[in-house]
């Protein structure tokens, strides 16, 4: 079975500075994906980022970016220039390889982003 | 629209009672997953289907709960004799992506969620 662990609950960022949120996770598994939502209080999960395990090179997305590091089984979020709709709960979560499986997801972290 | 649809967005029951909870998936989406997210946490795996199939059910969490997708389109989660413990937003999400599919890059969509409160 899988695990994901976000150790922080809650954090701020003052508009226009930069955050990293942590992840890390457990499995047996070489082969999977990682992936960070955002859940805005209409609870609409939306899709911010995407890393495959094979792939060494870090995803992007615009403002977002992740610092994946597949030995320590860490999976961070980097949110540059933040912007007051950044405000939100933001889930880690993992999925075996085959798609088509369902998503483990971590506690999430709350981020609040202060004008 | 163009989204996952879930209805109703918030229903409050008395406990005891049986509620239905409906998910209409993206058009010509295989794969549809309800997962459970109880309040400050994140959201939990309950079941999948593929099409018609119910392939993976090792989420519910009792025999009070039911799932059923009979034309591989729209689905319904049922919950029968309902507690407090059942209080939580039911999140569905459909995905193009089939089981076994390799290297897939279909994502999973969600829909806004139903409420359901448990008095």
């Known amino acids: 079975a899988q695990t994901v662990t976000q150790s922080q609950p809650e954090m701020s960022v003052q508009e226009a500075e930069t955050v990293t949120l942590s992840c890390t996770y457990d499995?047996?598994?070489?082969?999977?994906?990682l992936f960070w939502y955002k859940q805005p209080p209409s609870r609409q999960m939306i899709l911010v980022i995407r890393?495959?395990?094979?792939?060494?090179q870090n995803a992007t997305e615009n403002r977002f970016s992740v610092n994946f590091q597949k030995a320590a089984k860490s999976f961070s979020l980097k949110i540059s220039d933040s912007q007051l709709g950044d405000t939100a709960m933001y889930f880690c979560?993992?999925?075996?390889?085959?798609?088509?499986?369902?998503?483990?997801f971590g506690g999430g972290t709350r981020l609040m982003v202060k004008p | 629209g163009a989204g996952v649809s879930q209805s109703p967005r918030y229903k409050v029951a008395k406990r005891g009672q049986d509620v239905a909870l409906r998910c209409d998936p993206i058009?010509?989406?295989?794969?549809l997953f309800w997962y459970q997210q109880a309040l400050g946490q994140g959201p939990e795996f309950l079941t999948y289907?593929?099409?018609?199939?119910?392939?993976?059910k090792s989420g519910l969490p009792s025999d009070r709960f039911f799932a059923e997708r009979p034309e591989g389109s729209v689905s319904t989660l049922k919950i029968q004799r309902t507690q407090q413990e059942d209080s939580a937003v039911y999140l569905c999400?459909?995905?193009?992506?089939?089981?076994?599919?390799?290297?897939?890059?279909?994502?999973?969509?969600f829909g806004d969620g139903t409420r359901l409160s448990i008095l």
């Open positions: 999400a459909s995905s193009l992506a089939r089981l076994w599919d390799r290297d897939s890059n279909q994502p999973q969509h």
């Open positions: 499995t047996s598994e070489n082969n999977y994906y």
């Open positions: 890393q495959e395990a094979y792939k060494q």
């Open positions: 979560a993992f999925m075996k390889y085959n798609a088509g499986n369902m998503l483990t």
């Open positions: 058009s010509g989406h295989v794969s």
């Open positions: 289907f593929q099409n018609e199939a119910q392939l993976d």
